[in-house]
């Protein structure tokens, strides 16, 4: 195991690292992936990473919103 490639983002055949460059994840939808697939794999209890995931999927819907009420009040509806 290595420090930029651990054993636990190996599982299931395609690393997260990869999936999220596939699909040209922003940073928070791309934490939201990263966590949720080592939970539970990095330490015994997945309540931490998940924790984490909600975090940075809290964050990316706040972004939408703002985003969403930034169009309106410039009236581009």
Same mark, same amino acid.
């Given at each position: 195991m290595s420090n930029t490639n651990p054993d $636990? $983002?190996?599982t299931g %055949? =395609?690393?997260? =690292?990869d999936f999220i460059k596939a699909q040209r994840l922003d940073f928070?939808?791309?934490?939201?992936?990263k $966590?949720?697939?080592r939970a539970g794999r990095k330490t015994v209890d997945p309540k931490g990473d998940l924790e984490?995931?909600?975090y940075y999927? @809290?964050?990316?819907?706040?972004? =939408?919103?703002?985003?969403e009420? @930034? =169009?309106?009040?410039? %009236?581009w509806v």
């Open positions: $636990y $983002y190996k %055949g =395609i690393e997260p =690292i928070d939808l791309g934490n939201v992936v $966590y949720v697939c984490k995931a909600m999927l @809290q964050h990316e819907l706040k972004s =939408i919103s703002d985003k009420q @930034q =169009i309106e009040e410039k %009236g």
